[in-house]
């Protein structure tokens, strides 16, 4: 999405930055993971494949992706490569509908997993999906044995209303409110800085 293209969205432990031609071989090796390609619903690219899809994503207007950047790595190394350490996205599925956003979040670096940066970064991501791309309602779908990142969702007030054997995904979805949007505010303001 060209809107995004020259935004950065400043967190306590992490940074979201646009998906740029330099992030893409490092995006490449994570995704060779079977586990994220499950995770994700993902096919594995090969490394053409994954610049062209770059490329798509930096054009497609219903599509918004954020690379997310270890902040304290990044400040120390200055290296946006160096600091990756996940992605997030937002989809805009059906053009008849368009304030509503399916939102992902992948921390692909095990390293960084359990320490709240997933739950920054989607924080991050939904507030710029209601300020700037103005969404009035998120849905994510996730894989029915992802019980960490169900959980995360509904402790961000998500809630079930679907659950498919055939996909093995739950859908949770979200109405934006006044209240909800302010209490994401909130949320950003109580994280604590944590560099391990």
Partial sequence: MRKNINTHLNGTNVVLVPY???????????????????LTGSEPLTLEEEFEM???????????????LDKFIFSSTKSEVDAMIGDTNLFFNDPQVPHVAEIEIMIADEASRGKKRGWESVILMMRYGIETLNVKKFCARIKSDNVMSIKMFEKLG?????????????????????DWTSWLHSE??????NSN
């Fill in 158 to 178: 998500f809630r079930e209303v679907e659950r498919s054997k055939v996909f093995q995904e739950v859908t949770l979805e979200k109405e934006v409110s006044a």
């Fill in 20 to 38: 740029q031609e330099k992030h893409v071989i490092k995006y490449h090796e994570w995704m060779k993971s079977p586990t994220l390609q499950y």
């Fill in 54 to 68: 770059q490329k798509r994503w930096l054009e497609d207007e219903d599509k918004c992706t954020f690379i997310i």
């Fill in 188 to 193: 950003l303001r109580s994280i604590t800085p």
